[in-house]
């Protein structure tokens, strides 16, 4: 762990947060997001069971945990992505459970996907132009009279040709984005986040199948986010990529959290350590290994067919293997 | 897309093709080309007594007058209770039905139906229908009414299950909506109907056969069609809109050659008198050996090594192939099982109703609904499904006309739709 | 063969009812498909609803052709609302079974003699509702010859009427899909999530997708009954919906004039294969039993599963489309 590599201590905001207790839903001097006793179950498991937990403003914070521990449940949750069976929370002091997504979106929180959602038939320059919310033209009726909303086009493009310059995409402007690289798409997920102009950006695994060469790159557009401002939550399983980062770490395992704190405190954590080691069990390093994965979904089918009302996702823990790949 | 596998598939489709040809080619030895429509006007139809449990009776020896642009004539149905009158050229037209000669027990169902009056266009043959129904001797109780139609809806959820296991499996296993489903089960009925009322095989040899035929279609259409497509990577939505062409061309096709009228097996079995129930022996035999085949595809489902195999495929090809199952073997043992079902549901339906070209594609949205209702992908929810859509139907026919007792059927698959999208024993899939 | 006859009926058949209303059911079922990713296999019952919401309306109440029009086209609406709010949050593949049974219900009760008081049952209704549309007709009242093309003055009047149409409709959707409103819903079809997570009502988009596309598949039932002077409800069957479906991959999903241009192919593969036949049939080649009435649409439906199957095996971009927009597995 190179703590030597860490960023110095970034804004004021960052620098508060020395005083808070490295505890499970530790309050924060000045939280944006705060969330209360948020369950959500499939079939008879517990997939998510988060009894409070609270996210700083203007810092980068890491949500950290084993297959299956729920951080892409509790992502979904707090975007109107799924219905929580219980909690609310608010944002910015906006009550935001049971809100659409898209609402959610209106509010200033945009998150991109674990596997990214390009939108692939559509040009890279579309699909940033999507991205902006509040465009006249997407009222079905104005949309047959392009005078209401071409002046208000032309600056959206340019912003959009603004962000792809700073992405690097700019040369793949007129591409479908459908022919990106995995890197790439990455980059235009959240380019196309930052259309919209939000306050919160939660990103669902930003690095995963990104390769090493633009790794450092979209590093530093994370590190951006803060400088202008922004709030960052991020799932991550690249643990030096979280300790280079995040300002904050909070750690999930079974459905709630268990630890949270400053990376170098929470990885020297025996209760992270133990949530980590206990349960890990993602690709199956020997046949046996294998051979037991298949028992154990056999054994859920069995299950399954004597209890109708499970859900698929009550295996998180089993197949989680196949989500966070 | 890889340039190379385009000969394969355009190869392998001119296989299925050919064999579809083949087959159907097969049954019209034994089957009259369609007959042909002359080119002069005329004015035709067919009476029928349709009997509570749905069966269609011809009435033959019943006049029908028709009059209008200065001409008169009238018709007599035959034994087979179709009428026909040519007439001098195109104009309006009415037709009228004697009721005096309409034997004792069977009744006018709609009084407003007779006379017929409307237009006959050039050249075209204009088909007048008069519903007949029971008269009223025969009219019951509501409970011996609800226990007749319940027996008819078991033998046709019965068999609706048969036809609709292999569409289920078929989802489940490869997430295909397969609308040419309709045409095994069109196949087994015609194939069934030709083998033992054109051949002469007994029935359970008959039986045999369609089960066979029906098999060997599933495996070719496998191993012809829907495997080269899944290699190539063709998507679930391009590949149902295959089924779909797959499905309109195989069903003109077999009405090219069998016609579009309706047949009859002649085989007849006596009505087993049990409480207000009408069944006969024939449904008896087919309830059972329909009920016998499902528990036997539960069993194997349940305890077999394929069964189980099946199962991990529809809840996860990826990790089903990543721990070592063959998920082409088990695909094509799901595409052989269920064609090889759904065509002995078709020989079984033709058995206790009619066989026709379109009575696949007739019932084509129940088996959806029967799916639907059950959950898509499960083979139980499919059977408890194909059940409870075949007694609704029925029982449903007290309150609601028997034209439109399907309406009833399609309008819970909306419903389900809205209510339960994931069915009775369905599971929900995971968002985001 | 007999080039005369071919010439004419390929003219009438690329240009006439038929091509005409095909061309708007599939500009509204483009909507659905090509433009938001919307899976509608009942299109033909919202042609139904269309024809017979226009014909009840003249036969019954008495109300003028064009707000006759009007009625039948919010009946448009009502379906794709009824239809709309309890699929439109499912997955693709349910929202094509429930419509397809949403037109099949729509198909057998208006077909059925239970409500025959109302709809003419299976005979369903005779010309005279659009009587109104003909005696407005402002043309001379003499048969137009061009070489061996003959036109009758009714029949030159709708298709006057009925090629305008399909030019605003078509002009119409231009506009639409490429606007900010047809962004969002070309998003939809890509990924409804990304655009839902973008802060989009995706639902309400779509909603106004199914209706917009619903109305103008209305705008098409309308067309067609006026045209065929004839309401009947087996013309509205599923086998109507699957013949859309193959003339919009033929011409080009996604494409402004891809339905027009796949209408007019259509028919014209259509006519000509007919000629080809009866001139077979006449020349002793080909067995007089196979160019009956029933036999030549079979052959049609013949063509045009096999077209279905071809084309989304071997050119799912359709004619005019470009083959770059396939290259990822978008699903």
Request: charged share 15%; glycine share 10%; no cysteine.
């Amino acid at each position: 762990m190179s703590a030597d590599a860490a960023p110095g201590p970034a804004p004021s905001t960052a620098r508060r947060l020395h005083d808070v207790p490295t505890v499970p839903g530790a309050p924060k001097p000045d939280p944006i997001l705060v969330a209360d006793k948020v369950s959500r179950r499939f079939g008879g498991l517990t997939a998510v069971d988060v009894d409070h937990i609270e996210i700083q403003r203007g810092v980068i914070t890491a949500l950290i945990g084993p297959n299956g521990a729920g951080k892409t449940t509790l992502f979904n949750l707090l975007t109107g992505f799924d219905r929580a069976d219980t909690g609310s929370w608010t944002f910015e002091g906006t009550p935001l459970a049971g809100k659409p997504a898209y609402r959610v979106a209106h509010a200033g929180m945009v998150r991109t996907f674990q596997l990214t959602k390009a939108l692939s038939r559509l040009p890279v320059i579309e699909n940033m132009r999507l991205g902006a919310t509040g465009q006249r033209g997407e009222s079905l009726w104005r949309a047959m009279l392009p005078f209401t909303w071409r002046a208000q086009e032309a600056a959206i493009t340019e912003r959009a040709d603004e962000l792809l310059h700073r992405f690097k995409l700019h040369a793949l402007r007129d591409d479908f984005a459908g022919s990106l690289s995995g890197g790439q798409r990455k980059l235009l997920e959240m380019a196309r986040a930052l259309m919209s102009e939000p306050t919160m950006v939660m990103l669902d695994e930003p690095m995963a199948g990104v390769n090493p060469a633009l790794t450092q790159s979209l590093l530093g557009h994370v590190k951006d986010l803060r400088e202008q401002g922004m709030t960052v939550l991020f799932v991550e399983h690249d643990m030096d990529m979280v300790h280079d980062i995040a300002d904050w770490v909070i750690v999930m395992a079974q459905g709630s959290v268990v630890a949270e704190g400053p990376p170098d405190v929470v990885m020297a954590d025996p209760v992270v350590i133990d949530a980590y080691l206990g349960v890990h069990h993602d690709a199956p390093a020997t046949e046996a290994e294998e051979r037991q994965q298949l028992a154990e979904v056999e054994s859920r089918l069995e299950k399954e067919f004597s209890s109708p009302d499970d859900d698929s996702e009550a295996a998180e823990p089993a197949l989680g293997a196949r989500d966070e790949h | 897309m890889a340039i190379g596998v385009v000969p394969r598939v355009a190869r392998t489709l001119a296989l299925v093709l050919a064999g579809l040809f083949v087959a159907v080619l097969a049954g019209a030895a034994f089957a009259p080309l369609a007959q042909a429509s002359g080119s002069t006007e005329s004015i035709r139809g067919t009476l029928e007594e349709r009997t509570a449990d749905d069966e269609r009776i011809p009435v033959p020896g019943v006049r029908i007058a028709i009059e209008g642009e200065g001409f008169e004539g009238e018709g007599v149905t035959d034994e087979n209770g179709d009428w026909l009158v040519e007439l001098p050229g195109p104009g309006s037209y009415t037709a009228a039905l004697d009721e005096s000669t309409l034997p004792d027990e069977v009744v006018l169902r709609d009084a407003e139906d007779n006379p017929w009056s409307g237009e006959v266009r050039t050249g075209r043959s204009q088909v007048v229908r008069f519903n007949l129904g029971e008269g009223v001797a025969r009219s019951a109780s509501t409970l011996d009414r609800i226990l007749e139609r319940g027996s008819v809806g078991l033998r046709f959820g019965l068999l609706l299950a048969l036809a609709a296991v292999g569409l289920s499996l078929i989802f489940g296993t490869t997430g295909l909506t397969n609308f040419a489903h309709a045409e095994q089960v069109t196949l087994g009925g015609l194939l069934g109907y030709t083998f033992a009322a054109g051949m002469g095989v007994p029935l359970v040899l008959a039986a045999v056969m369609v089960l066979i035929a029906g098999a060997l279609f599933g495996w070719t259409q496998d191993a012809a069609l829907w495997k080269p497509l899944r290699r190539r990577g063709t998507g679930i939505i391009p590949m149902m809109i295959v089924t779909i062409g797959l499905s309109l061309f195989a069903r003109s096709v077999v009405q090219a050659f069998y016609g579009s009228s309706p047949r009859s097996f002649p085989h007849r079995s006596p009505v087993v008198d049990l409480g207000p129930t009408r069944l006969t022996v024939y449904d008896y035999v087919t309830m059972g050996v329909a009920a016998a085949l499902l528990v036997a595809v539960a069993y194997v489902l349940l305890r077999t090594r394929w069964g189980k195999a099946t199962r991990a495929v529809s809840d996860n090809p990826a990790l089903a192939a990543a721990s070592g199952i063959n998920v082409d073997a088990v695909v094509r043992g799901v595409w052989t099982v269920g064609a090889a079902l759904a065509a002995l549901g078709g020989m079984f339906l033709g058995l206790s109703q009619q066989v026709s070209a379109q009575m696949g594609v007739n019932m084509l949205l129940l088996m959806f609904a029967a799916v639907v209702l059950g959950g898509l992908g499960t083979a139980f929810g499919a059977m408890a499904g194909a059940l409870i859509v075949g007694v609704f139907i029925e029982v449903s026919t007290i309150v609601i006309p028997t034209e439109i007792k399907n309406v009833g059927a399609l309008a819970i698959l909306i419903l389900i739709l809205l209510v339960r999208p994931q069915g009775m024993l369905g599971r929900r899939e995971r968002v985001g | 063969m007999d080039w005369n006859s071919l010439v004419a009926n390929s003219f009438h058949a690329a240009f006439g009812v038929n091509a005409i209303a095909y061309a708007i059911a599939a500009i509204g079922l483009n909507i659905h498909f090509g433009y938001t990713g919307l899976l509608n296999f009942g299109q033909a019952g919202f042609l139904a609803v269309g024809a017979y919401g226009t014909a009840i309306s003249i036969v019954h109440f008495d109300v003028p052709y064009f707000l006759a029009a009007l009625i039948g086209m919010s009946m448009a609406v009502l379906l794709a609302l009824l239809l709309g709010l309890p699929t439109l949050r499912l997955r693709a593949d349910y929202l094509a079974v429930a419509t397809i049974a949403a037109a099949e219900i729509v198909r057998l009760v208006i077909g059925s003699t239970v409500y025959a008081r109302w709809t003419g049952g299976s005979s369903g209704f005779s010309g005279a509702f659009s009587n109104a549309f003909y005696n407005a007709n402002p043309l001379p009242n003499e048969t137009l010859h061009f070489g061996p093309v003959s036109v009758t003055p009714n029949r030159a009047w709708f298709m006057i009427v009925g090629w305008s149409l399909v030019a605003v409709i078509a002009l119409l959707v231009w506009l639409l899909v490429r606007s900010p409103w047809g962004r969002i819903l070309k998003g939809i079809r890509e990924d409804e999530d990304a655009v839902r997570s973008l802060g989009k009502n995706v639902f309400a988009r779509k909603m106004q997708a199914l209706i917009i596309g619903g109305v103008i598949g209305s705008i098409a039932g309308i067309a067609l009954v006026t045209g065929e002077r004839a309401v009947l409800p087996n013309v509205f069957g599923t086998q109507l919906t699957f013949f859309f479906w193959t003339l919009l991959l033929l011409g080009g999903v996604a494409r402004v004039l891809g339905p027009v241009l796949g209408a007019v192919i259509l028919w014209l593969v259509f006519a000509v294969t007919e000629s080809i036949l009866r001139s077979g049939a006449s020349a002793g080649w080909v067995p007089e039993a196979l160019v009956s009435q029933s036999q030549i649409g079979l052959i049609r439906v013949m063509l045009v599963g096999l077209g279905l199957m071809l084309l989304m095996i071997f050119r799912p971009q359709g004619i005019v489309g470009d083959r770059r927009e396939l290259a990822f597995d978008v699903r």
